[in-house]
RNA sequence: GCGCCAAUAGCUCAGUUGGAUAGAGCAACAGCCUUCUAAGCUGUGGGUCAGAGGUUCGAAUCCUCUUUGGCGUACCA
């Protein structure tokens, strides 16, 4: 299974009406009920049975590929056999059944070969959509999926010992998202992170500065924080290149900290702190942010107690040389280490101790780490090991997996240089921003020319991202995401801003319209059912995106109804419209629109602009 | 070797529960600014859905095998 989680309460298809019924599942559902009634009638009239019709309810409801063959569309294929009937003939005979009938939904019946599609009757469901918008405002498109539902998100994970890299940066725009979806979904959502800052790694970055660092510090260097560890996790690299044996001094220092060595330790906060004080910056700028932090050095021992009770229980067992293992023949993996021969932790240790630290701190009905797609065997180890330990809720446990983060030129390597910084890539689609907005002679006109480029850069960085599938790996192109046409963040950023434009204009001459009402039946244009459709299918994305934990379902979505919008205006004028009740309704449906762009913005990290 | 994952247009990606003629963007070419921001809109060309079998009325989608690629299989994290 890819990257699907399951969540015990995402239920099944035959569930899914029960949790509420919005707009567009209304009319799928009433009429639906309507069709099966039919044929199930129908079926006992030639059979004597139902059994015919009712072996394949309930009932697929599908969306035609074109608006011409209508809005809903019933396939009949699954029938022919029970009817002994082509599905053609079968889609005739529904139709004049149900014609006859004055209890159907209001709308039309058509046959389109072996559907039965309906087109529904467009002025209420505009009239629904336009009372629900306005009702709801930023909550519209919010169900109650995961209502009541404690979801513990964790992402990021940063090491102290280096800055954040492009990698970092998916892993930080899935988190973000997926706790967003999942909040609007109903569900109560503790965003997470782990600082990792204890292991060998960390010494190393330590060791080097002991040898080479000559008491710098990021003021005397004028270094951020996170950056000037860096180097000196770099420079231990080059050290070890010259003198493989100084990893022994590395290992030799991770006992010493464990141990509770002053001096190590002195070194070991002061260089964190640096880390942290850079990696807070750029979460700043990059508007991630967190209600807990876990740090490592905290839960680690925690994770040590439980593996030398697990060793008690005989959960574990302990080798010869004194390390400590775990038998996974019942899950068909190997053996693995638990804690090392020195009795100092891994990586594992550490985050069998958080997990649980977590559960009594927040008792949750599920946890979602979102971790790379390589640490994959990390995670089935750790909730078996959970589950091993006697802890029920390690079936609530779930790995978010995404890919890994490609170059146009190939793959990231931080030996050959090639990783991407975090704040390099940004201040370098930032100026990229501010290049276009000069050029294109903006700078009175979106006012704060560096916000709105940084809002702009971030815009187009989640939304690149985002819009691929978290399982696949993916190759990120800057210039590309930062492109001002085509399917990126900053396009649809400025249909936003274009709306806000007019929202502006309208505002001027409100008054002339303040009498009239919003009439639906105004809005007849091909375009104008489109959009209505597709707004009051918000709520549907949503669930979809929550249900899969996929933040490419609201992406996707935000881009199809960004060029049916553009399209749209292109070609009608809104505030210029012949007659002041379709100003109106025209413009109704526009604010609704926003409505929906401003929503779905903040599902997936795009920074919503008034203008630019 | 074994395990997990992927493969859709030249490139980057969508593709709903198996359903109608597989869609976008980029790149290429051709149009559209006295008209709510041209950061836009429209059109043209571009496909053996990696390959072969199978299930099905129907497969990019499900199953099997093959090929290619990625990741894992550490007393690293």
């Given at each position: 299974m890819p990257c699907c989680v399951h969540f015990p309460y995402s239920g099944g298809r035959a569930r899914r009406t029960r949790w509420r019924v919005w707009n567009m599942q209304q009319m799928r559902d009433s009429w639906r009920a309507v069709i099966e009634r039919e044929l199930t009638r129908y079926a006992t009239e030639t059979f004597g049975t139902a059994q015919a019709a009712e072996s394949a309810f309930p009932l697929a409801v599908q969306k035609p590929p074109k608006s011409e063959l209508g809005d809903l569309a019933f396939p009949l294929f699954v029938f022919a056999k029970a009817f002994r009937m082509a599905p053609q003939k079968l889609a005739q005979v529904l139709k004049d059944r149900l014609s006859l009938c004055d209890d159907v939904p209001k709308g039309e019946l058509l046959t389109a070969g072996p559907y039965l599609n309906v087109r529904v009757d467009m002025a209420e469901l505009a009239n629904r959509v336009n009372e629900q918008v306005a009702r709801m405002g930023s909550s519209y498109g919010n169900t109650d999926l995961m209502a009541s539902k404690r979801v513990m998100v964790e992402f990021s994970c940063p090491n102290t010992n280096k800055p954040l890299h492009l990698g970092h940066m998916r892993n930080d725009a899935i988190g973000e998202s997926i706790s967003a979806i999942l909040k609007a979904n109903g569900a109560e959502v503790l965003k997470v992170n782990l600082i990792n800052n204890r292991g060998v790694h960390i010494c190393k970055s330590m060791l080097a500065y002991q040898k080479f660092g000559n008491g710098e510090t990021p003021e005397s260097s004028g270094m951020k924080g996170d950056h000037l560890v860096g180097k000196y996790y770099v420079k231990f690299?080059?050290?070890?290149?010259?003198?493989?044996?100084?990893?022994?001094?590395?290992?030799?220092?991770?006992?010493?900290?464990?141990?509770?060595?002053?001096?190590?330790?002195?070194?070991?906060?002061?260089?964190?702190?640096?880390?942290?004080?850079?990696?807070?910056?750029?979460?700043?700028?990059?508007?991630?942010?967190?209600?807990?932090?876990?740090?490592?050095?905290?839960?680690?021992?925690?994770?040590?107690?439980?593996?030398?009770?697990?060793?008690?229980?005989?959960?574990?067992?302990?080798?010869?040389?004194?390390?400590?293992?775990?038998?996974?023949?019942?899950?068909?993996?190997?053996?693995?280490?638990?804690?090392?021969?020195?009795?100092?932790?891994?990586?594992?240790?550490?985050?069998?101790?958080?997990?649980?630290?977590?559960?009594?701190?927040?008792?949750?009905?599920?946890?979602?780490?979102?971790?790379?797609?390589?640490?994959?065997?990390?995670?089935?180890?750790?909730?078996?090991?959970?589950?091993?330990?006697?802890?029920?809720?390690?079936?609530?446990?779930?790995?978010?997996?995404?890919?890994?983060?490609?170059?146009?030129?190939?793959?990231?390597?931080?030996?050959?240089?090639?990783?991407?910084?975090?704040?390099?890539?940004?201040?370098?689609?930032?100026?990229?921003?501010?290049?276009?907005?000069?050029?294109?002679?903006?700078?009175?006109?979106?006012?704060?020319?560096?916000?709105?480029?940084?809002?702009?850069?971030?815009?187009?960085?989640?939304?690149?991202?985002?819009?691929?599938?978290?399982?696949?790996?993916?190759?990120?192109?800057?210039?590309?995401?930062?492109?001002?046409?085509?399917?990126?963040?900053?396009?649809?950023?400025?249909?936003?801003?274009?709306?806000?434009?007019?929202?502006?204009?309208?505002?001027?001459?409100?008054?002339?319209?303040?009498?009239?009402?919003?009439?639906?039946?105004?809005?007849?244009?091909?375009?104008?059912?489109?959009l209505v459709k597709m707004i009051a299918t918000f709520p549907e994305v949503v669930t979809e995106s929550g249900r899969d934990l996929n933040p490419s379902a609201v992406t996707s979505y935000l881009y199809e109804l960004s060029r049916l919008f553009s399209r749209y205006y292109h070609d009608h004028p809104v505030l210029k419209a012949p007659s002041a009740p379709l100003v109106k309704a025209r413009f109704s449906l526009v604010c609704m629109v926003l409505q929906v762009f401003r929503n779905a913005y903040a599902l997936v990290g795009i920074p919503f602009l008034e203008s630019m």
């Open positions: 690299a080059q050290w070890e290149k010259e003198d493989p044996s100084i990893v022994q001094l590395a290992q030799e220092m991770l006992k010493k900290w464990e141990a509770g060595d002053p001096e190590v330790l002195r070194l070991w906060e002061l260089m964190n702190g640096w880390t942290l004080a850079g990696v807070s910056e750029t979460y700043r700028n990059t508007g991630i942010s967190f209600d807990r932090y876990y740090y490592e050095s905290d839960t680690y021992t925690l994770g040590k107690d439980k593996v030398l009770a697990g060793v008690e229980s005989g959960v574990f067992y302990r080798e010869e040389d004194d390390s400590v293992w775990i038998d996974l023949a019942d899950i068909n993996l190997d053996k693995k280490v638990l804690l090392r021969k020195d009795g100092t932790s891994l990586y594992l240790t550490q985050d069998i101790g958080t997990a649980i630290a977590r559960h009594e701190d927040w008792p949750f009905d599920s946890l979602i780490y979102v971790v790379a797609s390589e640490q994959t065997y990390h995670f089935k180890v750790l909730f078996h090991v959970l589950d091993k330990l006697g802890y029920a809720w390690a079936k609530d446990l779930h790995h978010l997996a995404y890919g890994m983060v490609n170059l146009p030129e190939g793959k990231m390597k931080s030996r050959e240089g090639t990783v991407v910084d975090a704040d390099d890539l940004f201040a370098q689609l930032t100026e990229l921003a501010m290049q276009e907005i000069k050029e294109k002679g903006r700078e009175e006109a979106v006012g704060d020319v560096r916000n709105t480029s940084e809002a702009i850069a971030l815009g187009a960085l989640n939304y690149f991202l985002l819009q691929a599938n978290p399982m696949k790996d993916m190759v990120f192109n800057p210039a590309e995401s930062i492109s001002f046409n085509g399917n990126t963040g900053p396009y649809l950023q400025y249909m936003g801003a274009r709306i806000s434009s007019m929202v502006r204009k309208f505002e001027v001459m409100a008054e002339d319209f303040s009498d009239i009402p919003f009439d639906s039946t105004q809005l007849s244009l091909p375009e104008e059912r489109e």
